[in-house]
């Protein structure tokens, strides 16, 4: 979302030359965020350009009926709050050989993943209301990644943490020592004024890689 969209290739061959781990779609629908980005026509035509997994964050109401769309992505990841049958549908994506990732808001409590946590490989916490690049840094994300990963630790320690929205050199720092380990990189860490996106990703990758 937040690249350039009158280059994309380029900033994917960038940042992908960069080292980029993976490379994250918001997906919008306008219904269950109040905004509309991004498609399954520009993820699929994309895929031939990167080797990089590739996660489509679904934010949209009843995501069963889109999962069918991002299949030329290796992570799939709806939101706890848009689904009826969460479980039922983690199986279905896991049937399709993708890894299943589930998004809680930030109003979410971690608890609400109990009975969902066998099910599923990664966990995104969103650390800003989803659906705009920009906003600011929720610190009770920091809590609730404490609280989620002592929740890992007793039912499912095989599961991993992203989180989503603001991280920065100073708040990915605080997440990564509260037991993050994957980060989706925006206005914040990466395209920003200051530096090149190259030299931007490589300095929160090093920061991170510190702790």
């Known amino acids: 979302m937040c690249m350039n969209f009158r280059n994309l290739e380029e900033d994917f061959r960038r940042l992908e030359s960069a080292g980029a781990d993976r490379f994250h779609f918001d997906i919008m629908d306008g219904h269950f965020v109040p905004n509309i980005t991004l498609g ?3 993820l699929n035509s994309l895929r031939s350009v ?22 030329s992505a290796d992570i799939i990841i709806f939101h706890l709050e848009a689904t009826k049958a969460p479980i039922r549908l983690a199986r279905s994506i896991k049937s ?18 109990t009975f969902l946590l066998p099910e599923i490989d990664e ?3 969103m650390t800003v209301e989803p659906g705009f690049a920009g ?9 609730k990644v404490k609280i989620l990963k002592d929740l890992l630790y007793r039912e499912n320690p095989s599961v991993k943490i992203e989180v989503d929205g603001a991280i920065s050199v100073d708040t990915g720092r605080r997440l990564r020592e509260a037991g993050v380990e994957i980060f989706v ?6 395209f920003m004024d200051g530096g090149t996106i190259e030299e931007n990703l ?7 890689d510190k702790i």
């Open 40 to 42: 399954q026509d520009i």
């Open 50 to 71: 990167s080797r990089v997994p590739f996660e489509a964050h679904l934010m949209v109401e009843n995501p069963e009926r889109f999962i069918d769309r991002f299949l």
């Open 96 to 113: 399709l050989g993708k890894i299943v990732s589930v998004a809680i808001n930030p109003a979410t409590p971690p608890e609400a993943l």
């Open 123 to 125: 966990i995104l916490v």
């Open 135 to 143: 906003q600011g840094f929720i610190e009770q994300s920091i809590k």
């Open 185 to 190: 990189g925006g206005t914040s860490g990466i």
């Open 202 to 208: 490589k300095k929160l990758k090093e920061a991170l």
